[in-house]
């Protein structure tokens, strides 16, 4: 079992920054094909953020591309979204997701962050 642990979320005003992190961890070892945030906005359905492959190879949604960004931070079982020049339709729940294929194929979640962009 792995368990995903988000950090850095809060209010910021619009064109402000906030960088969340999700670290991972397990009782035992674990290998992962992706991590990726996800968001969810009131009466929203989920949609993905930005992913980073084991490969290092990083995917965004058109309306965050250009504005954040998803990498390690520290070791490989930590993954940032650094939130730049942050928009008020950018308010949501944002959540991690790892994707594993050892010990076995399986999709983690966290339990999800709030971030307000408010003026």
């Known amino acids: 079992q792995v368990q995903l642990a988000e950090s850095g979320g809060g209010l910021v005003q619009p064109g402000g920054s906030l960088t969340l992190s999700c670290a991972a961890t397990s009782g035992g070892r674990f290998s992962w094909n992706y991590m990726a945030w996800y968001r969810q906005a009131p009466g929203q359905q989920r949609e993905m953020v930005a992913q980073?492959?084991?490969?290092?190879?990083?995917t965004y949604a058109d309306y965050v591309t250009g504005r954040f960004t998803i990498d390690w931070a520290g070791n490989r079982n930590i993954v940032a979204l650094q939130m730049n020049n942050l928009r008020i339709e950018d308010t949501a729940v944002y959540y991690c997701k790892m994707n594993t294929f050892t010990p076995k194929t399986a999709d983690y979640w966290g339990q999800g962050i709030q971030v307000t962009v408010s003026a």
């Open positions: 980073l492959s084991r490969g290092g190879r990083t």
